[in-house]
C-alpha cells in the first residue's frame, strides 16, 4: 500500500520559513519522480517544485530562488524548503510520487502566510 505522508505545514509570517517532509512507504523511492503541488481556494492545483530520482530539479517561476525541493532516498523522503514566504504562498500543499507509470497523492498539509 502506497503512503505519502506530508508534514510541516502551518502558519508563517510573510518573510517567514517553512520547511514541509514527505515520507513515502510502499513505493521503489529510489526511482520515483517526486514534486510537491499546491493548490489555494478558488484555484486549480499546481505544480511548486519537481526533483527526479536523479536529483534534477524544477521550479514554478514563482519560487524560483525561495523554495529548494531535496530527497533523502536513506529515509525514502522528500522536502520542500521554503524561504521568504508571501500571502500568495498560501495553499494546501501536496506530495506527489511518479513511478512506473503511477503518481500518488498525499493527503495534503495547510500552509498559510499572513502579511
Known amino acids: 500500500q502506497v503512503q505519502l505522508v506530508e508534514s510541516g505545514g502551518g502558519s508563517a509570517q510573510a518573510g517567514g520559513s517553512l520547511r514541509l517532509s514527505c515520507a513515502a512507504s510502499?513505493?521503489?523511492?529510489?526511482?520515483?519522480?517526486m514534486g510537491w503541488y499546491r493548490q489555494a481556494p478558488g484555484k486549480q492545483r499546481e505544480l511548486v517544485a519537481h526533483?527526479?530520482?536523479?536529483?534534477?530539479?524544477h521550479y514554478a517561476d514563482s519560487v524560483k530562488g525561495r523554495f529548494t525541493i531535496s530527497r533523502d532516498n536513506a529515509k525514502n523522503t522528500v522536502y520542500l524548503q521554503m524561504n521568504s514566504l508571501k500571502p500568495e504562498d498560501t495553499a494546501v500543499y501536496y506530495c506527489?510520487?511518479?513511478?512506473?507509470?503511477?503518481?500518488?497523492w498525499g493527503q495534503g498539509t495547510q500552509v498559510t502566510v499572513s502579511s
Open positions: 510502499g513505493i521503489r523511492f529510489s526511482i520515483s519522480g
Open positions: 526533483i527526479t530520482s536523479g536529483e534534477t530539479t
Open positions: 506527489a510520487a511518479t513511478v512506473l507509470g503511477q503518481r500518488y
